[in-house]
T-cell receptor
Framework: QKEVEQDPGPLSVPEGAIVSLNCTYS??????FMWYRQYSRKGPELLMY????GNKEDGRFTAQVDKSSKYISLFIRDSQPSDSATYLC???????????FGSGTRLQVQP | SQTIHQWPATLVQPVGSPLSLECTVE??????LYWYRQAAGRGLQLLFY??????ISSEVPQNLSASRPQDRQFILSSKKLLLSDSGFYLC?????????????FGEGSWLTVV
């Protein structure tokens, strides 16, 4: 079993839709959670970073963590064609200090 | 501000040839450094990480090696490439201190072994 599981998609939505991207993790030692966006043939860029359970909002993006169910989500409001990319969730435990990634969900926002 | 440089961006190498990918970080001191590989359609696999000069931890046994000759320089090498070494290689860094719970990536190096 992978430590971080993520639906690979692809997920196709119309412009303006609300997008929900989800991951589950199995390692109880994971304390920090991130979402990265990766455009084709580019390095991943950090979108959101959160530590505690609950919601964290940044513009059109909301990251949600539920440590009790080991479930992390990213919501994108008013999705734009420029949001079309692969979204990677990641977690890190305080011991190893290296991120463990999900396999990524490919999102396509149709204009 | 901090920046990370990785090169070359793209390379095509024959099976059995050597490899050297370089990464440097600017604007920070004593960062943790990482090499990840991303095979086509797959997630990121941690290959090596380093907490200081000359200190390398290997996550996956393979024909690759890493070195950190200077504080902000990280090198990924191979003496003889295999077809299975093809992929997207990403260097990343993590700052020390309170903000050190996430990492930042370079633009990556596309390696095709033929």
């Amino acid at each position: 079993q992978k430590e971080v599981e993520q639906d690979p998609g692809p997920l196709s939505v119309p412009e303006g839709a609300i997008v929900s991207l989800n991951c589950t993790y199995s390692n109880s030692a994971f304390q920090y959670f991130m979402w990265y966006r990766q455009y084709s043939r580019k390095g991943p860029e950090l979108l959101m970073y959160t530590y505690s359970s609950g919601n964290k909002e940044d513009g059109r993006f909301t990251a949600q963590v539920d440590k009790s169910s080991k479930y992390i989500s990213l919501f994108i409001r008013d999705s734009q064609p420029s949001d079309s990319a692969t979204y990677l969730c990641a977690s890190v435990d305080t011991g190893r200090r290296a991120l463990t990634f999900g396999s990524g969900t490919r999102l396509q926002v149709q204009p | 501000s901090q920046t990370i440089h990785q090169w070359p961006a793209t390379l095509v190498q024959p099976v059995g040839s050597p490899l050297s990918l370089e990464c440097t970080v600017e604007g920070t001191s004593n960062p943790n450094l990482y090499w990840y590989r991303q095979a086509a359609g797959r997630g990121l696999q941690l290959l090596f990480y380093s907490v200081g000069i000359g200190q390398i931890s290997s996550e996956v046994p393979q024909n690759l090696s890493a070195s950190r000759p200077q504080d902000r320089q990280f090198i990924l090498s191979s003496k003889k490439l295999l077809l299975s070494d093809s992929g997207f290689y990403l260097c990343a860094w993590r700052p020390r201190g309170a903000s050190g719970n996430t990492i930042y990536f370079g633009e990556g190096s596309w390696l095709t072994v033929v």
